[in-house]
C-alpha cells in the first residue's frame, strides 16, 4: 500500500495547479487565510475524488439512488482511502433526530430495556405481574356491564357503525350456529375475540392460512377485513405490512358467558404466544371499556395516525384499515379494540404489557410513539406571550396583535371585558386573571357587542365567544397563501406534548424502568451523567448474560462523547438544535465507535465551538482516530492542534486569486521555522496580535438583566459595560447562549427593534433607556436562492446598476437600472434566465452545468452587455472580487463605502457575483457584520456576535479585532461570545461561565479584565489566559 497521498495539477477553484504529497496514516492539518484553498483541496479536490471512485465502482443501478459527484479539476491523485467527510454541517433538520439517535446509542438503549426492563403500571407503579385468563375475562365484563344493565329488551340490531358491520360481515362468512347466537340476545353487547398472529409484518403468508385451516379455523380478520377461508391462496402483497387476526369467536358480553369467553381467551392465548384481542362491536361497549377503571392499556384511538419511519430508514407501508388507522397500540387496529396479555398485567389496574420489544421503544415507530404527539414530544400550539404585544397596554390601546383588520374586532374584545365587568382602558396586566383567560379562551356565555358602523350608526348582537387563541387558529386554518401562513405562524410556538410531557412515548413504556430509570429519564440525563450511571449498573444471574453486552456499547459510545467535549448534551437534545461543531463532533465521536480502519477522514475545523480546557481531549480523540490506522486530515486554525499535527499544510500567500499556492509543508518545526509561512510567523512569536494599551471603562452605564434561568442558568443576574467590548466565556456548556442567544438577544429585539421573538427565563431587566437598537450578527445563510449574493445583500448592486443605468449609452437606448437586474425580464438572458449557466442531465453521469451558449456565461442579453463603464460590462463588474472591485469603483464613494466595509472584515477576496450558499458560515457572518458597518452609527447600539473568528487565520483574526474596535470606539457596545484567546485578551470586559458544563455550569465564574479572570483561580479562562497576557 502506497505511504503517501500524491496529488498532481488540482486546480479546483482558487487552486494554482497544486502539486504535493500527503503521507498517510498521520494527522495532518491544512491551514492558511481565509478564501486560501484549503477547502478547495480538503474538500473540493481529495474527499470529492474519493467519494466520486466510491461510488463509480458500484453498479449502475445502485448509483441510481446515491447523489452523482462531478469529477474535481485534477490531473491526478494516487494513494487515496475510502473517504468519509465530517464537516460543520447540522447533522439533521428532523425533529425526530436527537443525539441519542444520531450516536446509535438509542438503539442499545431500546434494545436493553426490552430485554432486561422491567414493566411497572404507569398508575399504581407496581410492578406488573402475570395475568390470569379468569382476571382476563373480569375485565373484557367489567367494561360491558354498565352498558348491558340499560339496555334489556333493546333491538337486538340497533346498534350501527362498526358494530352492523361487524355482525353483516361475520353473518357472511359465519356458519348458523354463531349467528343464531348473536342475534338471539337482544340488545347484548358483543365482541370479537381474537388471536393476533401477524403483528406489522411483510409477507405473503399463504402456509399461516394454510395450517390454520388444518386445525379448524376459517375466519380471521386481514388489515381490518373479516375474511372467510376457503383453501383458495389470498393475494397478499409481500411487500406491505399486514396484520392478521384469527377469530377464535364472537360473543355475548353477559355473565352467562363467562365461561365460553374465558375458553376463547385461553385458545387466543395458546395461538398467539399469551396475547389476546378483543374487539368490541358495539360503539357504547367502547365508550365504556375506555373509560373503565380495570380497562387495559392498549386503546386505539380513531384520530391518531401512522407515525413516520425514521429519517435514516426508510418508510415502511403498512395496511391497516381505511377508516381508521393504528394509534400505535401493538395490535390494535380500530377504536374499541383492546391487547391482553395473559403473561404480564396490573392485577388492580387491568394495564397489560405483551412481551417487550426494541420497537416498543421507538418515538419513531407507531408501536411505542405517543398517540397525540406521534413521537415528536411537541406540539405548535398558538403562544399567549405572543399574541398579546404589550402587557403595559389595555385593550383600547393595542394590547392584542391586530391580526384581524377593520375596527370590528377591537369592539368585540371590548365588549368581552366589559362582559366580565372589566374596563378596556385598564392595562393587561392589571385585569383579573379570570377576564384575562376568558379573553384568551373563550367563554360559553353570551356576549353582547355593541358596534358603531363607519356611517356612525350604533348597532348590536350576541356572539359567542371562543377566544383569541381560537380565532388565531381559525385564521391558520383559513390562510390561502403561504404569505397569509407566515403571518399567524409568528403566534404560534412550539410546546411540550401534554399526553406524554414531552417524553415522545407511550405511558407504558415510559414504565418500564432499568436501574430505576425509565429511556427517558436515562436519555434525559446529559453524557456525563448517563455514563456514571451505567458505569453503576450491574445485573445478576441470566440478566447479566443478556444485558452486560448491550450496556459495553452504551458505555463506549457514551465515553466517546465525552472524549470530544460533549458531556454536557443530553441525549434527547434535538439535533436541529445543535451548532456546526457539536453536530461535527457526534459525528465524529460516531465513526470512533464504527472503529474502522484504513479510512481516510476529512474534518472541516473540529474545534468550533470548544473552550481550551476541551481542546486537550478533542486532540486526543483525533489521535485516537489516526491510531486506529486512518489518515485524518483537518482543515484548522487552532494552535494546539496545529502544534500536535504530525504534518502540516499551509495554504497562501494570500486569498483568493492571491492563494490557491502550498506556501510551506511539513512538521510544525518545518512551518515555525520557514520565513515565508504566515502561520509559521505567529506560531514562531514573530507576529502576533497585540494587547491592547488601555482597557475602556463604561461610557454610560450598564445594562443588567436579573433572574436569568433559561437551560442550566442558575438564576444569574448579570451587568453589560455599555460603550465597551464584552466576551462572554466559558466551557462548552456553561450556558453562554441560554444566557445571550436564548435570553438576552431576543429580549432586546423585542424591546427595541419591535420583534416578537420567544424569550428565555428572567425576571427583570434595566438599562435600556442607553440603548436605540440592537444587531444579531450570526452565522445562519445570508441567501436561501442561489442567486442572491454578497454584492446584493449589503446593498451595493442597487448603486452599481443605478450607475450604469446613468451611462450616455444607457441613457440613449432608454434603459432604467431595472434594465440591469438579471432576476428580471427585459435585460437579463431568457435563455438561462440570469443563471449564466444550463444543466444538462447525463443520467447515469453527473449533470453536467455548461456555460449559457446565448450569453457565454454572462447572465445579461448582446443589448444590455454593451453598456460600459470604463470599458466593463455590468457581468465583468460581477466576476470582480471586493478588491477588484474597490480598485474599479475607488472614484463612486456610495460604491467604495460598502466595498471597504467588505474588505475590512477580511472579504476581499469573495466575487461579488458569487452565490451567497456558497459561502461558509464565517463568511455569511462577516458579510452581515460589513452589511451593518454601512449602516449610520447611533452611538447606542448593542452588536452581538456568535464566535465571529470561525474560519479565521491569525491574520484574519487581527483584522476582524480592529473592525470591532472601530464599533466601539464609536460609542456602540460589541457582545460577543467566543472561545478564541486572542479575541478574549483584547475585550475590555469578560463575563466567563461555569465552572463546567450543563447542570455543572450556569454560573458566574468570573467577570471583570481580562486581568481580574486571570487572577480568578476558578476559571479556566482565566487560566489559559494567563500565559498568552504574559508574552503580551
Not at 501 to 514: C, D, F, I, S, W
Amino acid at each position: 500500500m502506497e505511504r503517501e497521498i500524491v496529488i498532481k495539477g488540482a486546480r479546483e477553484h482558487t487552486l494554482q495547479n497544486v502539486s504535493l504529497r500527503i503521507p498517510r496514516d498521520k494527522l495532518v492539518v491544512i491551514t492558511g487565510l481565509s478564501g486560501s484553498g484549503k477547502s478547495s483541496l480538503a474538500f473540493d479536490t481529495i474527499y470529492a475524488e474519493g467519494q466520486r471512485r466510491y461510488v463509480e465502482s458500484l453498479s449502475s443501478y445502485a448509483r441510481m439512488f446515491l447523489g452523482r459527484m462531478s469529477k474535481p479539476d485534477v490531473d491526478s491523485i494516487d494513494g487515496l482511502s475510502p473517504a468519509v467527510s465530517i464537516d460543520q454541517k447540522t447533522t439533521s433538520t428532523n425533529p425526530r433526530s436527537t443525539v441519542a439517535t444520531t450516536t446509535e446509542i438509542y438503539d442499545y438503549l431500546r434494545l436493553l430495556y426490552a430485554r432486561v426492563g422491567v414493566a411497572h403500571c404507569p398508575e399504581c407503579g407496581k410492578v406488573i405481574t402475570q395475568q390470569t385468563a379468569d382476571q382476563v375475562t373480569d375485565s373484557i365484563l367489567n367494561a360491558a356491564a354498565e352498558t348491558s344493565n340499560g339496555r334489556d329488551g333493546a333491538a337486538g340490531d340497533s346498534a350501527s357503525g362498526t358494530g352492523a358491520e361487524v355482525d353483516g360481515a361475520l353473518r357472511a362468512c359465519d356458519t348458523g350456529t354463531a349467528s343464531g347466537q348473536g342475534a338471539g340476545i337482544s340488545g347484548a353487547p358483543r365482541a370479537l375475540i381474537m388471536a393476533p398472529l401477524v403483528q406489522g409484518k411483510k409477507g405473503e403468508f399463504t402456509k399461516l392460512f394454510a395450517d390454520l385451516s388444518r386445525e379448524g379455523f376459517v375466519r380471521f380478520r386481514v388489515d381490518g377485513t373479516i375474511i372467510k377461508y376457503d383453501g383458495t391462496p389470498l393475494t397478499l402483497n409481500k411487500k406491505v405490512k399486514h396484520f392478521i387476526e384469527v377469530i377464535i369467536d364472537r360473543v355475548v358480553l353477559r355473565e352467562s358467558s363467562r365461561s365460553r369467553i374465558t375458553s376463547a381467551v385461553e385458545q387466543a392465548s395458546i395461538l398467539a404466544d399469551g396475547s389476546v384481542l378483543v374487539s368490541f362491536v358495539d360503539e357504547a361497549t367502547q365508550a365504556n371499556a375506555q373509560s373503565n377503571a380495570s380497562a387495559p392499556a392498549y386503546v386505539a384511538t380513531s384520530d391518531a395516525a401512522t407515525v413516520t419511519a425514521d429519517a435514516a430508514t426508510s418508510p415502511d407501508t403498512t395496511n391497516t384499515p381505511a377508516q381508521h388507522r393504528s394509534s400505535g397500540a401493538k395490535g390494535a387496529r380500530t377504536s374499541g379494540e383492546f391487547m391482553y396479555s395473559l403473561r404480564n398485567a396490573c392485577p388492580e389496574h387491568g394495564y397489560s404489557v405483551p412481551d417487550l420489544q426494541p420497537r416498543d421503544f421507538s418515538f419513531n415507530a407507531p408501536y411505542g410513539a405517543c398517540p397525540s404527539c406521534l413521537g415528536l414530544g411537541s406540539c405548535e400550539e398558538v403562544d399567549p406571550h405572543l399574541v398579546v404585544l404589550d402587557t403595559s397596554l389595555s385593550i383600547a390601546q393595542g394590547a392584542v396583535a391586530p391580526f384581524k383588520t377593520g375596527n370590528y374586532y377591537p369592539q368585540v374584545l371590548e365588549a368581552v371585558v366589559q362582559h366580565m365587568g372589566g374596563n378596556a382602558d385598564t392595562p393587561w396586566c392589571d385585569l383579573p386573571e379570570k377576564t384575562r383567560h376568558v379573553l384568551l379562551y373563550g367563554t360559553r356565555e353570551k356576549v353582547r357587542v355593541h358596534y358603531i358602523k363607519i356611517d356612525g350608526r350604533k348597532t348590536f348582537w350576541d356572539i359567542e365567544w371562543h377566544g383569541i387563541v381560537a380565532a388565531v387558529r381559525d385564521k391558520l386554518k383559513e390562510a390561502s397563501s403561504d404569505r397569509q401562513r407566515d403571518k399567524f405562524m409568528r403566534y404560534i410556538a412550539t410546546v411540550p406534548c401534554e399526553a406524554c410531557k414531552g417524553q415522545r412515548l407511550r405511558p407504558e413504556m415510559l414504565a418500564v424502568t432499568v436501574g430505576e430509570k425509565s429511556i427517558y429519564e436515562c436519555c434525559h440525563m446529559s453524557a456525563r451523567d448517563s455514563l456514571a450511571f451505567f458505569e453503576s449498573l450491574h445485573f445478576s444471574g441470566s440478566k447479566a448474560l443478556i444485558a452486560e453486552p448491550i450496556v459495553k456499547e452504551i458505555r463506549a459510545r457514551l465515553q466517546f462523547l465525552v472524549n470530544v467535549g460533549l458531556d454536557y448534551l443530553s441525549l434527547e437534545r434535538s439535533c436541529s438544535t445543535l451548532s456546526g461543531g457539536e453536530a461535527q463532533r457526534i459525528r465524529l465521536a460516531t465513526q470512533i465507535g464504527a472503529g474502522l480502519m484504513g479510512v481516510l477522514y476529512i474534518l472541516d475545523e473540529p474545534s468550533i465551538g470548544l473552550h481550551q480546557r476541551d481542546n486537550v481531549r478533542l486532540i486526543r480523540t483525533l489521535q485516537k482516530l489516526r491510531d486506529l490506522g486512518n489518515t485524518v486530515l483537518v482543515v484548522e486554525h487552532d494552535e494546539d492542534t496545529i502544534r500536535v499535527a504530525d504534518w502540516v499544510i499551509d495554504m497562501g500567500p494570500g486569498a483568493g486569486e492571491h492563494g490557491g499556492h502550498v506556501v510551506a509543508q511539513g512538521t510544525p518545526a518545518d512551518i515555525i521555522a520557514n520565513k515565508k509561512s504566515l502561520t509559521g510567523a505567529y506560531l514562531s512569536g514573530r507576529k502576533s496580535i497585540a494587547v491592547p494599551r488601555k482597557r475602556r471603562h463604561p461610557r454610560r452605564g450598564t445594562l443588567t438583566l436579573y433572574g436569568a434561568s433559561e437551560n442550566n442558568l442558575q438564576n444569574l443576574t448579570v451587568s453589560i459595560p455599555l460603550g465597551t467590548f464584552t466576551c462572554v466565556t466559558g466551557v462548552s456548556g456553561s450556558g453562554k447562549s441560554s444566557l445571550i442567544s436564548d435570553t438576552l438577544a431576543p429580549l432586546l429585539c423585542n424591546k427595541l427593534n419591535g420583534a416578537r421573538m420567544k424569550e428565555g427565563a428572567y425576571k427583570r431587566v434595566t438599562g435600556l433607556e442607553h440603548l436605540n437598537k440592537v444587531i444579531i450578527v450570526d452565522q445562519s445563510p445570508i441567501g436561501r436562492t442561489p442567486r442572491s449574493n454578497p454584492a446584493t445583500y449589503v446593498g451595493l448592486w442597487d448603486h452599481v446598476r443605478d450607475l450604469y443605468a446613468s451611462t450616455p449609452e444607457a441613457k440613449l437606448k432608454g434603459f432604467r437600472p431595472s434594465r440591469f437586474s438579471f432576476n428580471t425580464e427585459g435585460g437579463r438572458c431568457e435563455v438561462c434566465k440570469g443563471d449564466g449557466q444550463l444543466k444538462i442531465e447525463m443520467h447515469f453521469l453527473p449533470d453536467i452545468y455548461v456555460a449559457c451558449e446565448e450569453c457565454d456565461g454572462a447572465r445579461y442579453n448582446r443589448e444590455t452587455l454593451s453598456v460600459l463603464y470604463k470599458g466593463k460590462s455590468i457581468a465583468d463588474v460581477l466576476d470582480m472580487t471586493v478588491d477588484e472591485a474597490l480598485h474599479f469603483f475607488e472614484n463612486i464613494s456610495c460604491i467604495r463605502t460598502k466595498l471597504q466595509s467588505l474588505h475590512d472584515v477580511g472579504l476581499g477576496y469573495i466575487r461579488l457575483g458569487q452565490s451567497s450558499t456558497t459561502l461558509s458560515g464565517g463568511e455569511a457572518q462577516r458579510v452581515k457584520l460589513s452589511s451593518e458597518l454601512n449602516k449610520r452609527a447611533t452611538g447606542k447600539t448593542m452588536y452581538i456576535l456568535d464566535e465571529p473568528t470561525t474560519g479565521l487565520h491569525f491574520e484574519d483574526v487581527d483584522q476582524l479585532l480592529s473592525v470591532l474596535q472601530r464599533l466601539v470606539d464609536a460609542g456602540n457596545t460589541v457582545l460577543v461570545i467566543e472561545h478564541n484567546l486572542d479575541v478574549i485578551k483584547c475585550a475590555d470586559h469578560i463575563i466567563d461561565l461555569g465552572p463546567e458544563g450543563g447542570s455543572g455550569g450556569g454560573r458566574i465564574v468570573a467577570c471583570g479584565t481580562p486581568e481580574d479572570v486571570c487572577a480568578c483561580k476558578e476559571s479556566y479562562t482565566g487560566q489559559f489566559l494567563t500565559p498568552l497576557l504574559a508574552r503580551g
